[in-house]
Nanobody
Framework: QVQLVESGGGLVQPGGSLRLSCAAS????????MGWYRQAPGKQRELVAQ??????TDYAASVKGRFTISRDNAKMVSLQMNSLKPEDTAVYYCNVYLRYQGWQGSWGQGTQVTVSS
């Protein structure tokens, strides 16, 4: 039983910045990786960025160079979003990969990011 809580979303103008935060809690074993996903209305959820326990990072091509994922501690991860574009508008979710359980099948509430003038 893992709980995931995202925060930090909001309304920003194109070119603006936001920092999203995620806190994992509950009965958590070894976290091998943490990641950020997003889902726009009518579209599939997609992986935005992930970071392993060893510090390796991966980014979707659409956000590379603009977003930075950081492992703040063993149970928290953040996503610094710069140079935001309207196409970044979506609900952003975090998830954790547990060593013996894989990516969690349940999702938190997510946090809404809207980029508009």
């Amino acid at each position: 039983q893992v709980q995931l809580v995202e925060s930090g979303g909001g309304l920003v103008q194109p070119g603006g910045s936001l920092r999203l935060s995620c806190a994992a809690s509950g009965s958590i074993g070894s976290i091998s990786a943490m990641g950020w996903y997003r889902q726009a209305p009518g579209k599939q959820r997609e992986l935005v960025a992930q970071v392993t326990s060893g510090g390796s990072t991966d980014y979707a091509a659409s956000v590379k160079g603009r977003f930075t994922i950081s492992r703040d501690n063993a149970k928290m991860v953040s996503l610094q979003m710069n140079s935001l574009k309207p196409e970044d508008t979506a609900v952003y979710y975090c998830n954790v990969y547990l060593r013996y359980q894989g990516w969690q099948g349940s999702w938190g509430q997510g946090t809404q990011v809207t980029v508009s003038s």
